[in-house]
């Protein structure tokens, strides 16, 4: 089995030193950038399987790169896992909302960091081959695709994942935490009003094609996904 490339963008080389040893202990390969440039360089073929991201870089923010990659159709894939010693609770719900999938504040454990990477590719190599169909939508596990009708909704891996979710428990009310705990995994450190955020921005995909009132909210105990209205 060919070994996982893992990115890591960071500007201190005694810590890219230090997780590429213990990365290539546990057996991924590891490619280094120290700048936002570099990072963007290194994404060629084969592109990175995981990307860890610094926060602060010298010449473009980390989150500003997260932003960026989130947007480009060749790597919105790709999971990010910020890696950083902002570790205050907006930070973190700053970092997951605009995108990164994990977040880990300085200092950490090298064997939690390994847990970590593990756990984004256990979640983005999980696809199934089925479709879904809940009225005018139709969800492909196999081709990773979402469409109303005839027309394609180009969606990101979290609100993927979490519409997924919905599909397969029709008619059943979910908290926010078993949400996270369903869509996120229990290892993710996420905060529960995340789910808000991407339960709007779900919404707001769906809603052009008259579906986003399939997800509805219940009032003190979470939300739905129902055909009926």
Excluded at 138 to 164: F, W
Excluded at 174 to 197: C, I, K, M, P
């Amino acid at each position: 089995m060919t070994a996982k490339q893992i990115l890591i963008v960071e500007d201190e080389a005694p810590i890219r030193e230090m997780v590429g040893f213990t990365l290539r202990r546990a057996g991924f390969e590891m490619t280094e950038a120290a700048n936002g440039k570099d990072a963007q360089m290194r994404l060629g073929e084969p592109l990175p399987d995981v990307i860890l991201m610094d926060w602060m870089l010298p010449d473009i923010s980390g989150i500003e790169l997260v932003r960026q990659f989130k947007r480009d159709e060749l790597t919105r894939n790709i999971p990010i896992i910020m890696l950083t010693a902002r570790s205050e609770e907006d930070d973190k719900i700053r970092g997951l909302d605009t995108g990164a999938d994990d977040y880990i504040t300085k200092p950490f454990s090298p064997k939690e960091l390994v847990a970590r990477i593990r756990a984004v590719l256990r979640r983005v190599n999980h696809v199934e081959d089925d479709i879904i169909v809940v009225g005018d939508l139709h969800l492909n596990g196999g081709s990773h695709r979402v469409q109303a009708g005839d027309h394609e909704i180009q969606i990101g891996p979290t609100e993927y994942k979490l519409l997924k979710f919905f599909m397969t428990h029709q008619d059943r009310v979910f908290s926010r935490a078993q949400l996270l705990d369903h869509v996120w995994g229990r290892n993710a450190y996420v905060e529960d009003r995340t789910v808000d955020v991407h339960v709007l921005r779900l919404r707001q995909l769906l809603k052009p094609h008259r579906c986003d009132k399939m997800i509805q909210t219940v009032r003190g105990a979470g939300y739905r996904f129902s055909a009926k209205h």
